[in-house]
């Protein structure tokens, strides 16, 4: 799936990805019987869990990487979150940049001030 092209949806036991710009359904992929799903989409995967089962699927194709039963914890509904390759290293960019505009914005006005 190129960047950006498609929009992902967990319910009743799928994952299922539609072109976001024409509605089109790209695949589908079935989990595990039919209730909610959770999803996280990060970088080229997908994790989804449902039915007390965590699920890593391909963004490209919908096909299944891995599973993990998750056992002792139950069938409720679980919250995911993931930190994308790319986002960590855009964050500490974004700070720095923050930082060194503070500084040259600090020393201005301490000139300034002089």
Known sequence: MGKDKAVYVGVKGKVVAYDK????????????GSQFVSICVDDDIIIAHTAGHLFCIKK?????MWVNKMPGLGYNIASLSTMGPGVTEGMVRKIIQQRQAA?????AAAAAAG
Request: no cysteine; hydrophobic share 30%.
């Open 21 to 32: 710009f024409t509605g089109e359904e790209l695949w589908r992929t079935p989990l595990k």
């Open 60 to 64: 490209i194709d919908g096909s299944p």
């Open 103 to 107: 500084g040259a914005g600090g020393a």
